[in-house]
């Protein structure tokens, strides 16, 4: 019978989220100045946004996990028995994690590797791997995990509201969102992902409140009649988060509680501080 293990790519943020499966983390570099970090062993979250902060000149840069140190995750799980893997990747659109995880699953001898692109980043990733987690946990296979996975990648959504648009347009992760450079760095723009995993920009707003105010109505909007699991993602913004689980509750009491999860540097790099979105996985 095969043994199936799991891996899952920093991006996703589950380090910062209790639980107690066993699952090794693909972990980015994030690169601040002339010091190089490993994405949550040398730096969490929390220290990361008070560096920029309190350095305003700082843009941290990223690079994912080498081939080669994928390759030798990926064999040490082979080395303790499992003879087949689910790695759950960060979109492929968004990182070339995605590329090196196939890049070593096609290195590996005598282990067959599945790399799943989530077409997301942050919790709704970090949510697939726990599921995936408790289903190996259950004795389920890959084939009836896959369809789980699906399910989520394809009815879960959110919308993120940036305090500066610094750090998308210096490390790239704009390009193709006209109407965004130069003098409108000052915009506080809606921003989203495409059903594709894709950064696309949706409203140009002018300042934090309107932009925290919209992305809330826009949520409330969106999730009108529908059985959800909210959640909030931030890069330290606490207030944002208290605003937003305030509004939303009064609009939806039937809703008990929003859990936030904080971004990962590595994901925070292209971001910034006081970035806060709101989303939600569609129900079974």
């Keep these: 019978m095969s043994k199936l293990g799991l891996l899952v790519c920093g991006n996703s943020g589950i380090d910062y989220i209790e639980h107690k499966y066993d699952i090794p983390v693909i972990r980015s570099i994030l690169f601040i100045g002339k010091e190089e970090y490993t994405d949550f062993i040398d730096i969490s979250a929390e220290e990361f946004y008070n560096k920029l902060r309190e350095d305003s000149s700082l843009v941290a840069s990223t690079a994912q996990a080498s081939t080669g140190v994928i390759l030798g995750q990926y064999e040490e799980m082979r080395d303790k028995g499992y003879d087949e893997l689910l790695v759950i990747s960060i979109s492929k659109e968004l990182s070339g994690t995605y590329e090196g995880c196939m890049m070593a699953a096609n290195m590996i001898k005598d282990c067959k590797v599945t790399v799943f692109n989530t077409k997301s980043v942050a919790y709704p990733q970090a949510k697939m791997a726990l599921d995936a987690a408790k289903m190996i946990e259950e004795g389920k296979n890959l084939k009836e995990i896959l369809p789980h996975l699906e399910y989520i990648r394809d009815n879960h959504t959110f919308w993120f509201s940036v305090d500066t648009l610094k750090y998308l347009v210096k490390n790239g992760r704009l390009s193709g969102a006209s109407g965004f450079v130069g003098a409108l760095l000052k915009i506080k723009p809606l921003l989203g992902l495409t059903k594709e995993g894709k950064l696309e920009s949706l409203e140009k707003i002018r300042t934090t409140s309107k932009s925290t105010a919209r992305v809330i109505e826009v949520f409330l909007n969106e999730v009108k009649g529908k059985d959800i699991e909210p959640f909030i993602i931030h890069a330290s913004a606490q207030k944002r988060v208290k605003q937003i689980r305030k ?28 970035t806060v979105g709101v989303g939600y996985i569609l129900k079974k």
């Design 247 to 274: 509004k939303v509750l009064e609009a939806r009491p039937d809703i008990k509680e929003i859990i936030d999860y904080p971004i990962t540097p590595v994901v925070g790099a292209h971001v910034g501080p006081n």
